[in-house]
């Protein structure tokens, strides 16, 4: 995907987040520790540091969710893990995303942490961040 589409799906997915720039993918597609996995509606990415991994995000656009999208490609970013013998994955979701919370419970993650108001959303709104962890 290019930068241009990757942050017009990432801002279409979030509204109430803020958007997440063209540059700011352009960069993050240069890092050598970086990996993208998706399509024209969905993408995750995942950031790998020594034997970990995180998933820096996973959007669907929302004309696609529901359609199994999100669960192809997070599906891809843990395949890519296990292959590369990583030994865990870390996420943080927030509390009141209940499909995807679902989502990465349905693929084995667990809650091992919360993080009070993390997320601020351009309404003023604040919501905790839960912390999940996958083995592998």
Same mark, same amino acid.
């Given at each position: !995907?290019?930068?241009?589409?990757?942050?017009?799906?990432?801002?279409?997915?979030?509204?109430?987040?803020?958007?997440?720039?063209?540059?700011?993918?352009?960069? !993050?597609?240069?890092?050598?520790?970086?990996?993208?996995?998706?399509?024209?509606?969905?993408?995750?990415?995942?950031?790998?540091a020594l034997d970990e991994a995180?998933?820096?995000?996973?959007?669907?656009?929302?004309?696609?969710?529901?359609?199994?999208?999100?669960?192809?490609?997070?599906?891809?970013?843990?395949?890519?893990?296990?292959?590369?013998?990583?030994?865990?994955?870390?996420?943080?979701?927030?509390?009141?995303?209940?499909?995807?919370?679902?989502?990465?419970?349905?693929?084995?993650?667990?809650?091992?942490?919360?993080?009070?108001?993390?997320?601020?959303?351009?309404?003023?709104?604040?919501?905790?961040?839960?912390? !999940?962890?996958?083995?592998?």
């Amino acid at each position: !995907m290019t930068p241009e589409k990757l942050a017009q799906v990432y801002e279409a997915a979030f509204p109430n987040s803020r958007p997440w720039t063209v540059a700011e993918f352009q960069d !993050m597609q240069r890092r050598e520790n970086i990996r993208f996995f998706g399509s024209e509606q969905a993408f995750a990415i995942l950031q790998i540091a020594l034997d970990e991994a995180e998933i820096l995000t996973c959007a669907t656009h929302p004309s696609q969710q529901r359609n199994g999208f999100g669960r192809h490609v997070l599906g891809q970013a843990i395949t890519f893990a296990r292959d590369s013998r990583l030994n865990r994955i870390f996420l943080e979701v927030a509390a009141d995303n209940k499909p995807a919370f679902a989502l990465y419970s349905g693929f084995g993650f667990q809650k091992i942490g919360r993080r009070r108001g993390y997320y601020a959303g351009l309404d003023g709104t604040r919501s905790d961040a839960l912390i !999940m962890e996958l083995h592998l």
